[in-house]
């Protein structure tokens, strides 16, 4: 069955440095890879989507780039601020429309 | 974004009994989903509600224990039936948005129902 691993349980920065997050995979082979950003108690919050055809996508302060030779996704929060602090989820998918695989996260702290 | 929401957006239950929770789309979907995240895990699918037809349950979950209904395109539930502290959890309804419904095509959540059982 399919695996996804990211990169560590938690990541502490200071602010104003770049946080990167990484998701691998295996057995899988997705069309979409998504990242979602989930507070305390809260649902996810989509964030970004990248097609397999798509090597890296930006949005603001967030770029993701895509890998499928690697299996890996590395999402990055440029000029990261303590709000950014949260937990930061991939999401593989196979088609279009239907189910998620999810990361366990990465808990994202940036200090001041 | 899509607008969803859920009722309630917590409870605290006592062991054995149900709990119905209703989840409210601002636009028709066909595609709803239900998961389940327990403390410290991430998402878990527990099945996908389309309108018109039996909810499709994931290996590890059966109907008699979740219940889903969907009556109609913008609305579903999900019942956790005789519940056991283990069914502590946040309880989670997302849609599927497709190109050409003016939302970027994936899947939206809902802000979630934190269960507690006692």
């Known amino acids: 069955s399919q695996k996804i691993e990211q990169n560590s349980e938690a990541l502490n920065i200071q602010e104003g440095k770049t946080a990167t997050l990484t998701c691998n995979y295996t057995?899988?082979?997705?069309?979409?890879l998504q990242w979602y950003r989930q507070d305390p108690g809260r649902g996810p919050v989509f964030l970004l989507l990248i097609r397999e055809n798509e090597k890296e996508k930006r949005k603001e302060r967030l770029k993701v780039t895509f890998d499928t030779t690697l299996k890996q996704s590395l999402f990055h929060i440029t000029a990261s601020q303590p709000a950014d602090s949260a937990t930061y989820l991939c999401?593989?998918?196979?088609?279009?429309?239907?189910?998620?695989?999810f990361g366990r996260g990465t808990q994202l702290t940036v200090w001041p | 974004s899509a607008v969803i929401s859920q009722k309630p957006s917590r409870d605290i239950c006592q062991r054995g009994t149900s709990l119905t929770i209703q989840c409210q789309v601002d636009?028709?979907?066909?595609?709803m989903f239900w998961y389940r995240q327990q403390p410290g895990q991430s998402l878990t699918l527990i099945a996908t509600?389309?309108?018109?037809?039996?909810?499709?349950?994931e290996s590890g979950f059966v109907i008699d224990k979740f219940p889903i209904s969907r009556p109609n395109l913008t609305f579903s539930t999900l019942t956790v039936s005789n519940m056991s502290p283990e069914d502590s959890s946040i309880y989670l309804c997302?849609?599927?948005?497709?190109?050409?419904?003016?939302?970027?095509?994936?899947?939206?959540f809902g802000p979630g129902t934190r269960l507690l059982v006692l």
């Open positions: 636009s028709q979907v066909t595609m």
């Open positions: 057995n899988y082979s997705p069309a979409y």
């Open positions: 999401a593989l998918r196979g088609s279009t429309l239907g189910r998620l695989y």
């Open positions: 509600a389309n309108q018109g037809s039996e909810a499709t349950y």
């Open positions: 997302s849609v599927d948005f497709a190109s050409g419904t003016g939302r970027e095509e994936t899947q939206y």
